[in-house]
């Protein structure tokens, strides 16, 4: 009975590391909005917008590849036009 007990801890604190390895946690005006990660990384787990501009925080590859800019669309810190203008800028670059 001990060794299942024992067993199941290890199980659950495995999970929450994958779980954690598998998303970006964003907090953006007091709200936490998960944000699934490209590949199992701690990198960036949790990432704080508070007084950042929208062009530093896409300047953040792993969170852009993420997706970070339609969650800061979707959440009203930037418009479709601005969006669309920094990214060109690290589309560019990209190559």
Partial sequence: MNFIRRYMWWVIIGAALYFLLSFHFII???????LKKS???????????KGKRTDTILAVDIL???GIGELLLK???TNRAELKRIM???EDEDY
């Fill in 28 to 34: 953006i005006g007091g709200s936490v909005k998960p």
């Fill in 39 to 49: 590949k199992l990384t701690l990198n960036y787990t949790f990432f704080n917008t």
């Fill in 64 to 66: 852009r590849k993420a």
């Fill in 75 to 77: 959440k009203g810190r």
């Fill in 88 to 90: 060109a800028k690290y």
